[in-house]
């Protein structure tokens, strides 16, 4: 049971390049989520995904797209890389009703 | 839109002594989590808390929630190494949008 996947683990991208990091979960579970952690600004939610065929916005949505592609993946897109996006980015999953909210190992992005 | 703090951002204590940082919610929150990350790690779910008013323990660590739902703590009794690392809480204020607090970095010294 590989719970939720990330990829890439590590990526350096140069200013205006754009990418796309992948999750995926096999839980079943219907709300996903993308997080960015900075050093000491804890994590902030990027966009979030209450069920299959939704998005919403989260706290820092500028700069990036999502996807919900389908219940199990949950893809999150820089179209246009800035310094600023150096970060890593966490994937999530929820279960529905559930309280348990399931991370992805992360995803280190350095935009040189 | 909704935030949340912690304080204080970092603890430093010897082993044995306790430790207890606070999380505070602009809005009433349905429901609060905490989680504890390790250095160069993910974040782990540790508990939820639901009710106004609620305490729960997990061995050494106490976990409570405010009578008004916006505020929320978790005290740890004797720390030890293996406590190591950043705690967060969580509060859902809205379905599913789950906003962190900005963290509690905890290191102890043996």
């Known amino acids: 049971n590989a719970g939720v996947t990330q990829t890439p683990k590590f990526q350096v991208l140069k200013t205006g390049q754009s990418m796309t990091l992948q999750c995926a979960q096999d839980?079943?579970?219907?709300?996903m989520y993308w997080y960015r952690q900075d050093p000491g600004m804890g994590l902030r939610l990027i966009y979030y995904?209450?069920?299959?065929?939704?998005?919403d916005k989260g706290e820092v949505p500028n700069g990036y797209n999502v996807s919900r592609l389908n219940k199990r993946e949950f893809s999150l897109r820089l179209e246009s890389a800035a310094p600023s996006q150096t970060s890593v980015y966490f994937c999530?999953?929820?279960?529905?009703?559930?309280?348990?909210?399931?991370f992805g190992e992360g995803s280190w992005l350095t935009v040189v | 839109g909704q935030q949340v703090m912690q304080i204080p951002q970092y603890q430093h204590v010897q082993e044995g002594e306790d430790f207890t940082t606070y999380c505070n919610s602009s809005?009433?929150?349905?429901?609060i989590q905490w989680y504890k990350q390790r250095p160069g790690g993910h974040p782990v779910f540790l508990i939820q808390?639901?009710?106004?008013?609620e305490v729960k323990k997990q061995k050494r660590l106490t976990f409570q929630f405010g009578e008004a739902k916006k505020n929320s703590s978790l005290h740890i009794t004797a720390t030890q190494t293996t406590d190591v690392g950043t705690y967060f809480c969580?509060?859902?204020?809205?379905?599913?949008?789950?906003?962190f607090g900005t963290g509690t970095l905890l290191a102890v010294q043996p």
């Open positions: 999530a999953s929820l279960l529905k009703g559930g309280n348990t909210i399931y």
């Open positions: 839980m079943n579970h219907n709300s």
């Open positions: 995904s209450a069920s299959e065929g939704t998005t």
């Open positions: 809005t009433t929150l349905s429901n």
């Open positions: 808390l639901v009710k106004s008013g």
């Open positions: 969580a509060g859902d204020g809205a379905t599913n949008k789950l906003i």
